[in-house]
T-cell receptor, first 112, second 114 residues
Framework: AQSVSQHNHHVILSEAASLELGCNYS??????LFWYVQYPGQHLQLLLK??????LVKGIKGFEAEFIKSKFSFNLRKPSVQWSDTAEYFC??????????FGTGTRLTVIP | NAGVMQNPRHLVRRRGQEARLRCSPM?????VYWYRQLPEEGLKFMVY????????ESGMPKERFSAEFPKEGPSILRIQQVVRGDSAAYFC????????????FGEGSWLTVV
């Protein structure tokens, strides 16, 4: 069965620190990949997505992610985090059957 | 995304009662997904529906939970005889026909069972 793994449960960073959140998936077929962000008490918002082409994807708010097919990974990065980036981040994989599966999420706390 | 409307936003039920959560997809969307987010856990897929048809219900608990998406009206997630463990945020998402890679989420419904 397909699965999505986010290894970091809770990450705490100081402002201006660099961020990398890991995401690995297990699915042998073609996938679409997503990162979503959920601010406290709010709904999910799409940060970025990868369907095909350049494996380095740029999203909103300075986030980017790199798809490494050989490693089944899609890690999220940001060079310099801000306090307003404090949120929960979810990696998601969409399979050929058009269903969307999420990782367990990573809580990011940015300390001013 | 404000286009996917969920109600109620907050629902309190006593143990043993029924909970009904509604989701109106974005205009023109014919596919609906339901996810559950338990405290301290991630989003868990529950069910994927298109109008009058359940496509994938592999994430639905075997008992007490059901979902429908009728030809007219919103999708409904129904939880019978609720228990404390059902307390969670329930998120609905929708997508257009054949474009399931464009999925929009509602703001969620928070169920509290007391």
């Amino acid at each position: 069965a397909q699965s999505v793994s986010q290894h970091n449960h809770h990450v705490i960073l100081s402002e201006a620190a660099s961020l990398e959140l890991g995401c690995n998936y297990s699915y042998g077929g073609t996938v679409n990949l997503f990162w979503y962000v959920q601010y406290p008490g709010q709904h999910l918002q799409l940060l970025l997505k990868y369907f095909s082409g350049d494996p380095l994807v740029k999203g909103i708010k300075g986030f980017e992610a790199e798809f490494i097919k050989s490693k089944f990974s899609f890690n999220l990065r940001k060079p310099s985090v801000q306090w307003s980036d404090t949120a929960e981040y979810f990696c998601a994989v969409q399979t050929g059957a058009n269903n969307l599966f999420f990782g367990t999420g990573t809580r990011l706390t940015v300390i001013p | 995304n404000a286009g996917v409307m969920q109600n109620p936003r907050h629902l309190v039920r006593r143990r043993g009662q029924e909970a009904r959560l509604r989701c109106s997809p974005m205009k023109g969307h014919s596919h609906v997904y339901w996810y559950r987010q338990l405290p301290e856990e991630g989003l868990k897929f529950m069910v994927y529906l298109q109008k009058e048809n359940i496509i994938d219900e592999s994430g639905m608990p075997k008992e007490r939970f059901s979902a429908e998406f009728p030809k007219e009206g919103p999708s409904i997630l129904r939880i019978q005889q609720v228990v404390r463990g059902d307390s969670a945020a329930y998120f609905c998402a929708s997508s257009p026909q054949g474009q399931a890679n464009t999925i929009y989420f509602g703001e969620g419904s928070w169920l509290t069972v007391v």
